[in-house]
Each structure stands twice: as structure tokens, then as C-alpha cells.
């Protein structure tokens, strides 16, 4: 099983950033996937979160609006799209298949919103 986040990076407050997660190892289409992020001294905390149809969706309160999660099941990847960030969204960010059995974790990748 894996699944490997991509496209973090340092951007400047007010952009954009896209993240990938890409899928392997399990049947995609059985889970819920979500994205997750940490930053230092705080617990790791919903951003979004998306049904295996992709028709039921529900964002964190501090990034409704700005940002936008969607998967594709025909590729096995599941995407945010990062809008008007600000610096309170620097941190680790982690993609999460889920389902009743269990879940799968990806090691991340940081995002850095800096002037």
C-alpha cells in the first residue's frame, strides 16, 4: 500500500497551491479519502474529506471557501486545490484512505505559506 502526496512547496500569502495524492496497493474506489494537516505543537486536523463516489464532501471550518478536494478513480488520485492561503495553512500535509477496516497514511509533504 502506498500513497504519496506531491506538489507542497513555499508559496507566498494570497496563492495557490495544488497537492497530488497518489494511490497503490488497495482497491481505491472502497475508500474515503481525506487530506490531513500538522503543524508543530498542534494535533493533526481535518481539512477535507471526500466519499468513495466523490459526491459527498465536507472542509474543515478554517479552510471552507478557499479550498477544494477531488479525486479521480479512473487514475487513483486524490487532489486539493489550496486557494487565498495565508500563513496559518503552513504545515505538514498528509493524504488518508479510509473505511470501516482501516486506514492508510502518506508521509506528507509541507506546505510553507511566507512572505
Known amino acids: 500500500v502506498q500513497l504519496v502526496e506531491s506538489g507542497g512547496g513555499l508559496v507566498q500569502p494570497g496563492g495557490s497551491l495544488r497537492l497530488s495524492c497518489a494511490a497503490s496497493?488497495?482497491?481505491?474506489?472502497?475508500?474515503?479519502m481525506s487530506w490531513y494537516r500538522q503543524t508543530p505543537g498542534k494535533e493533526r486536523e481535518l481539512v477535507a474529506t471526500?466519499?468513495?463516489?466523490?459526491?459527498?464532501?465536507n472542509y474543515g471550518d478554517s479552510v471552507k471557501g478557499r479550498f477544494t478536494i477531488s479525486r479521480s478513480n479512473a487514475k487513483n488520485m486524490v487532489y486539493l486545490q489550496m486557494n487565498s492561503l495565508n500563513p496559518e495553512d503552513t504545515g505538514v500535509y498528509y493524504c488518508?484512505?479510509?473505511?470501516?477496516?482501516?486506514?492508510?497514511w502518506g508521509q506528507g509533504t509541507q506546505v510553507t505559506v511566507s512572505s
Open positions: 496497493g488497495f482497491t481505491f474506489t472502497s475508500y474515503r
Open positions: 471526500i466519499n468513495s463516489g466523490g459526491f459527498n464532501i
Open positions: 488518508k484512505a479510509s473505511r470501516a477496516l482501516g486506514d492508510y
